[in-house]
């Protein structure tokens, strides 16, 4: 008997996450883009050894040359290789997109899950807040938020994970309504478990999935939103590289026809965005399939 | 009476979202820097002259009843005062709103042109080439990031191509505006026709519009394409095929006349999404709008514009999906009963 316990046990738990990763690899799109994001992660830590020059040294020599062999992106008009700076904007744009999104993740699932266990009134007065604040496009609020908290990096990821926190508030608690009446959310009941047991271990982990696979389509739309927003001036500084800051300084190039010093940096943050979407939309397909063939 | 009870029981919903909306926008002015009193008062105020000056502006009172004021201001058509213009914000908002408006309408007119077709054609033939176009476009539509896709049309329509005037406002250099009818300079040199200043307003608007169209085509092929395909699947569609009526008369008059309604959410909720999208775009062709002011506002630390914008944009998509919901219940009957 304890030896049949110990083996469903210790077959679920790693069958669930292998399963995952077989199906993933069937998915060959998003796969694709797992690895776009992985070699995208990895160039950022490795930053100073894998860039060619450092993302500040200067070079009048060498200002506003086309890409060529010496400098693959070609260099701004300080001189400035513009590979570098993409390698090393990654650093921030990536660490903001996951930070802002993890934080989200966090407060609005668990928020999510009480409220929506608890349901009453303060089910009622979190789901007003919830509406007023998607009542506001996320990239304008999350504009006045940066305004209201001074322009900084840490202030974006703030401003963006307000953003971002009633959408998973809501998730968690159309779920929570849903799995506090399922069977085993009565007998964790019946049993006498603490209101916070049967919350945070019983019930949450399952509303995971769809939780996840938000949080990689938001990821995604966390990083466009801190490049727009440090595009038009607010949150990252110059002359701190930023993908958003640096298509922004290309932009002012662009009459006297610079093309690389816009498009690379754009088109970093474009591939990033799309690759988050993919994984997102892959994810979706294997842990919601009543989503298949949908979009 | 029933079409009335509905109306009614939509505002009561609209409601308390625009007092929530309103609240959060209020708390966003508290947060933000700089102080007004400080701004009316002067660089050179003594300590004395400011305490008296925040006084006068109630900003020593009470945050509810500073609420209280912010909102019968608003219900007044005050805005408060743009410190870097000098004016009031109202003033400056209805001068440049004609701008805006006439950028959203007409990017949503390109969105709705090219998305409309896109997903019905997407949706007739599923899994096919189109298919899969219209799925790359909506992908790729999504990851663009706006500033990219209207840099882009400058670097190629402008500086390669030289078909495209210079993305600096509405106007080229030296023609006049046209006599002011709507605000709109497509409609008022049409009215007044003034071709010269039409062509003009034209080359100026396309870029932009195309910019910030091409960002909505995506959710609006997605959003047609899904309803196609559930219209498609329903049974009087069904019974139209085993009634053996020719295909055309199926997918063209019965499937798409009533995947149209949907229409109307669609550019519900594509309108939000063109006001968040708008900052951007019109600061990327100095489009003279309300995005361009917030954003030079944010700049310079000009408080009352930016709460302004942001406020104007919430509420505006409240009402367009209040306008859009009673819309929706004029043509469907079924969801004022349901």
Same mark, same amino acid.
């Given at each position: 008997m304890s030896s049949s316990l110990s083996i469903s046990s210790s077959i679920s738990q790693p069958a669930a996450s292998s399963l995952v990763w077989q199906r993933l690899q069937r998915n060959p799109v998003s796969f694709a883009a797992l690895c776009v994001i992985v070699l995208i992660a990895a160039a950022a830590i490795s930053a100073p050894i894998v860039?060619?020059?450092?993302?500040?040294?200067?070079?009048p020599a060498a200002?506003?040359?086309?890409?060529?062999?010496?400098?693959a992106l070609g260099t701004d008009e300080f001189g400035r290789d513009q590979l570098s700076r993409i390698i090393f904007a990654a650093r921030v744009d990536l660490l903001v997109a996951f930070a802002a999104t993890f934080v989200a993740v966090s407060i609005g699932g668990l928020l999510g899950a009480v409220v929506g266990y608890s349901r009453g009134w303060t089910d009622t007065i979190a789901m007003r807040i919830v509406d007023a604040l998607m009542a506001f496009p996320a990239f304008v609020l999350a504009m006045g938020i940066t305004a209201g908290l001074g322009n900084s990096t840490t202030n974006v990821a703030i401003a963006i994970s307000i953003t971002q926190i009633p959408a998973y508030l809501r998730l968690t608690r159309g779920e929570m309504l849903r799995l506090r009446e399922m069977e085993y959310a009565d007998a964790a009941r019946t049993v006498g478990n603490p209101t916070w047991r049967i919350v945070l271990i019983h019930l949450l982990p399952n509303c995971l999935p769809p939780l996840i696979v938000q949080a990689t389509l938001s990821t995604g739309f966390a990083l466009l939103t801190m490049a727009s927003l440090s595009f038009i001036g607010l949150g990252i500084q110059p002359p701190q590289s930023e993908w958003g800051v640096m298509t922004a300084e290309g932009a002012s190039q662009i009459v006297t026809g610079e093309w690389w010093l816009f498009l690379f940096p754009g088109l970093a943050i474009m591939t990033s965005v799309l690759a988050f979407n993919l994984i997102g939309d892959g994810l979706r397909d294997l842990l919601d399939p009543r989503m298949r063939g949908l979009r | 009476m029933g079409f009335f009870n509905y109306v009614m029981r939509r505002f009561a919903l609209a409601l308390p979202t625009l007092f929530g909306v309103s609240v959060i926008c209020f708390t966003l002015t508290y947060l933000l820097p700089g102080n007004p009193a400080m701004v009316k008062a002067?660089?050179?105020?003594?300590p004395e002259h400011l305490a008296e000056m925040e006084h006068q502006m109630g900003l020593d009172r009470p945050f509810p009843e500073q609420y209280y004021r912010y909102v019968s201001g608003i219900f007044k058509g005050d805005l408060g005062e743009s410190?870097?213009?000098?004016?009031p914000v109202s003033q400056d908002f209805l001068q440049r709103l004609p701008a805006t408006l006439e950028l959203n309408l007409a990017s949503l007119l390109i969105a709705i042109v090219i998305g409309l077709p896109l997903g019905v054609l997407s949706a007739v033939h599923r899994d096919t080439l189109i298919d899969h176009i219209g799925r790359v476009v909506g992908i790729m539509g999504v990851a663009m990031p706006s500033f990219l896709t209207g840099l882009l049309f400058v670097y190629v329509f402008?500086?390669?191509?030289? %078909?495209? $005037?210079?993305?600096?406002?509405? %106007?080229? $250099?030296?023609i006049e505006p046209p006599a002011?009818?709507?605000?709109l300079y497509v409609i008022d040199s049409l009215l007044t026709g003034n071709w010269t200043t039409l062509r003009s307003s034209l080359n100026q608007l396309m870029l932009p519009a195309a910019t910030l169209g091409l960002s909505a085509i995506a959710p609006v092929a997605r959003m047609v394409r899904s309803t196609m395909l559930e219209i498609l699947e329903s049974d009087y569609i069904k019974a139209a095929w085993a009634a053996g009526l020719p295909r055309r008369t199926v997918i063209y008059r019965d499937a798409l006349r009533n995947a149209l309604i949907p229409v109307i959410t669609i550019s519900g909720i594509v309108f939000g999404f063109l006001m968040a999208g708008n900052a951007v775009v019109e600061s990327v062709f100095s489009w003279p709008g309300i995005g361009n002011y917030a954003v030079t506002a944010l700049l310079t630390k000009d408080s009352a514009p930016i709460q302004s914008f942001i406020l104007f944009v919430a509420v505006t998509c409240v009402m367009v999906n209040l306008a859009v919901d009673i819309a929706y219940g004029l043509v469907d009957p079924r969801i004022r009963f349901s």
């Open positions: 860039a060619p020059y450092a993302p500040d040294a200067t070079d200002s506003l040359q086309p890409p060529s062999w010496h400098h | 002067g660089p050179f105020a003594t410190a870097s213009t000098g004016r402008f500086y390669m191509l030289n %078909l495209a $005037p210079s993305p600096l406002g509405r %106007l080229g $250099p030296g002011h009818i709507t605000g």
